[in-house]
T-cell receptor, first 114, second 110 residues
Framework: ETGVTQSPTHLIKTRGQQVTLRCSSQSGHNTVSWYQQALGQGPQFIFQ???????GRGNFPPRFSGLQFPNYSSELNVNALELDDSALYLC?????????????FGAGSRLTVL | GQQVMQIPQYQHVQEGEDFTTYCNSS?????IQWYKQRPGGHPVFLIQLVKSGEVKKQKRLTFQFGEAKKNSSLHITATQTTDVGTYFCAGPGSNYQLIWGAGTKLIIKP
């Protein structure tokens, strides 16, 4: 059973640029959620994808967007990067049918915006 | 909006001492989950509590869910260096999200 994998692990961008982060969900999981974790804080929910559609979104602006593919992998895209977007971006997969929404996280992508 | 508060922010203990973190929700929760994040790592699921007043144990870790399902605690007996990390509680919110506490960082004094 493979876990959740994310790429890239680290990246540096400048303000105004765009970034795409990728996530492969754990085998057997059909739902992907993305979280932003600033240093010293708890994860903040960005959005969740199920059946290739966004079905839940946190308090993030539209320049944060995503995709889920038929194989349940996912992308997070952030446009017009701002300095405050510097954070660890965590992808988590789960099984929607379980109802418990227990999350299995990837190791994260650490984004630095200069 | 819905909030999950967690205290303390940090706890320094000598190895062998006990550790406790407390979690309070502004709303009644259907369940509460606990995660551990090692330094430089990612959150790892520990346990989920569902029933009012539920108590679950995992070796030296004891988890409780309050009678009103608005608070929870995690107690670690006789801490070891492997326990170092940040412990988060999280409860379900709207829009399929988990609402997370800010975490309690367990630090073992040298």
């Amino acid at each position: 059973e493979t876990g959740v994998t994310q790429s890239p692990t680290h990246l540096i961008k400048t303000r105004g640029q765009q970034v795409t982060l990728r996530c492969s969900s754990q085998s057997g999981h059909n739902t992907v959620s993305w979280y932003q974790q600033a240093l010293g804080q708890g994860p903040q929910f960005i959005f969740q994808y199920y059946r290739e559609e966004e079905n839940g979104r946190g308090n993030f602006p539209p320049r944060f967007s995503g995709l889920q593919f038929p194989n349940y992998s996912s992308e997070l895209n952030v446009n017009a990067l701002e300095l405050d977007d510097s954070a660890l971006y965590l992808c988590a997969s789960s099984i929607k049918s379980s109802g418990a929404n227990v999350l299995t996280f990837g190791a994260g992508s650490r984004l630095t915006v200069l | 909006g819905q909030q999950v508060m967690q205290i303390p922010q940090y706890q320094h203990v000598q190895e062998g001492e006990d550790f406790t973190t407390y979690c309070n929700s502004s709303t009644t929760l259907s369940n509460i989950q606990w995660y551990k994040q090692r330094p430089g790592g990612h959150p790892v699921f520990l346990i989920q509590l569902v029933k009012s007043g539920e108590v679950k144990k995992q070796k030296r870790l004891t988890f409780q869910f309050g009678e009103a399902k608005k608070n929870s605690s995690l107690h670690i007996t006789a801490t070891q260096t492997t326990d170092v990390g940040t412990y988060f509680c999280a409860g379900p919110g709207s829009n399929y999200q988990l609402i997370w506490g800010a975490g309690t960082k367990l630090i073992i004094k040298p």
